[in-house]
């Protein structure tokens, strides 16, 4: 029975370290395991704020883009103004060429009807010509108001 008895006790503290060395070896997983949860938390919000930022930056591009395409706009309509601005002034001018390249009769060569014309007023003597400018004011890329004006010389 002594026998037993110390067998049982040599089961119980063999059981008793066992169950020791379980305890420490579940400590130090709960241990690792605790930290790998913190770390993972750290990164997961690392995350979430790297999105976060990114989505403004999205945003922002966005609203950047917008400026830039309205100001394209405006600057589109404002060079289209121009440009029917400067036809204008191009037919103008090639009005005022044709006006002036017009040869004049020598004295010699005249007769009673060119001494005649001659005697006319200006306006008759000239060919008629109609110009016609368009105006269009715009504002942040809407035309507010448009007028044709026409001109007969």
């Given at each position: 029975a002594?026998q037993e ?13 066992e169950?020791?060395?379980m ?6 997983l ?10 993972y938390?750290?990164?997961?919000n690392n ?15 966005k609203?950047e883009m ?5 100001e394209?706009?405006?600057l589109?309509?404002i ?12 037919k ?5 060429e ?12 005249l007769?009673?009807a ?7 007023p200006f306006?008759?003597r ?6 016609v400018i368009?105006?269009?004011e715009?504002?942040?890329g ?12």
């Amino acid at each position: 029975a002594k026998q037993e008895n110390n067998d049982y006790r040599r089961q119980v503290q063999t059981l008793t370290c066992e169950i020791d060395a379980m305890k420490g070896t579940n400590e130090s997983l709960e241990r690792q395991m605790q930290e790998l949860e913190e770390r993972y938390s750290m990164e997961l919000n690392n995350s979430q704020d790297t999105i976060s930022q990114l989505e403004d930056d999205i945003g922002n591009l966005k609203d950047e883009m917008a400026r830039h395409l309205q100001e394209y706009q405006e600057l589109l309509t404002i060079k289209m103004a121009l440009d029917i601005e400067i036809a204008t002034y191009r037919k103008l001018l090639e009005g005022e060429e044709n006006r002036i390249s017009m040869p004049l009769p020598s004295f010699g060569s005249l007769s009673l009807a060119d001494a005649m014309y001659e005697q006319q007023p200006f306006e008759n003597r000239t060919s008629k010509k109609k110009i016609v400018i368009k105006t269009v004011e715009t504002s942040g890329g809407d035309v507010i108001s448009e007028t044709t004006q026409k001109i007969e010389d």
